[in-house]
């Protein structure tokens, strides 16, 4: 099985301060980890992603996720944070789908960051 | 580039209607997903296809029926909408690379149901 936690629904912060959106996971393999985006009233993008190598990992807008494997981590951080970075973000783990050959993609829940001018 | 096309944007339907979403890809891409969004919770994979013709179940497959008769475009069907059922449904797409499906995935803009 695997899972994916966002442990913080909304995050608010000002302008100039510097973000860092929390995401844990759970997978007995190795993970492939994702952040996506969504805008109010857009669709998802995505930000960036963790394969394997540099645990850090730099992404679209700025934003950069490092990778621990020792707390099973896969943080959002960006400095500093804009007005225009208040959107919904999604930490996403790609895993084996039931133990056979098919990959498949769990979403967190979510946290909504608000950054405030 | 390339776009993700969802029509309608907005579906409004009545209890145990039988519903149908589209999805056009122009990506070229192999394997598209229907995921549904709910308010406060994550996506949930409801049916992806790694190819033409081929259909996978996700965690959230009970109540839908999915078709993928062309590479570009992938369809969604609820079988009996539910009454007060309100959720947004998205459709994506991304390329197979090397059997290892680590490729990001490109969403389209939603389709947005209300069951009356």
């Known amino acids: 099985a695997q899972s994916v936690d966002q442990p913080d629904a909304h995050v608010t912060l000002s302008e100039g301060a510097s973000l860092e959106l929390r995401c844990s996971y759970s997978y007995s393999a190795a993970p492939y980890l994702f952040w996506y985006v969504q805008y109010p009233g857009q669709s998802l993008q995505f930000l960036l992603k963790y394969i394997t190598g540099d645990t850090v990992v730099k992404g679209t807008k700025g934003f950069e996720a490092e990778f621990r494997k020792s707390n099973s981590s896969f943080n959002l951080k960006k400095s500093p944070a804009h007005w225009s970075d208040s959107a919904k973000y999604f930490c996403a783990l790609e895993g084996l789908l039931f133990g056979g050959s098919n990959y498949k993609l769990t979403f967190g829940k979510g946290t909504l960051l608000t950054v405030t001018p | 580039g390339g776009i993700i096309t969802q029509t309608p944007k907005?579906?409004?339907?009545?209890?145990?209607?039988?519903?149908?979403?589209?999805?056009?890809?122009?990506?070229?891409?192999?394997?598209?997903?229907?995921?549904?969004?709910?308010?406060?919770?994550?996506?949930?994979?409801?049916?992806?296809?790694?190819?033409?013709?081929?259909?996978?179940?996700?965690?959230?497959?009970?109540?839908?029926?999915?078709?993928?008769?062309?590479?570009?475009?992938?369809?969604?069907?609820?079988?009996?909408?539910?009454?007060?059922?309100?959720?947004?449904?998205?459709?994506?797409?991304?390329?197979?690379?090397?059997?290892?499906y680590y490729a990001e995935q490109f969403f389209g803009p939603g389709t947005r149901l209300t069951v009356l």
């Open chain 2, 10 to 100: 907005f579906l409004i339907g009545q209890e145990g209607q039988k519903l149908t979403l589209k999805c056009q890809q122009n990506f070229n891409h192999d394997t598209m997903y229907w995921y549904r969004q709910d308010s406060g919770k994550g996506l949930r994979l409801i049916y992806y296809s790694i190819t033409e013709n081929d259909l996978q179940k996700g965690d959230l497959s009970e109540g839908y029926d999915a078709s993928r008769e062309k590479k570009s475009s992938f369809s969604l069907t609820v079988t009996s909408a539910q009454k007060n059922e309100m959720a947004v449904f998205l459709c994506a797409s991304s390329i197979e690379t090397g059997g290892v």
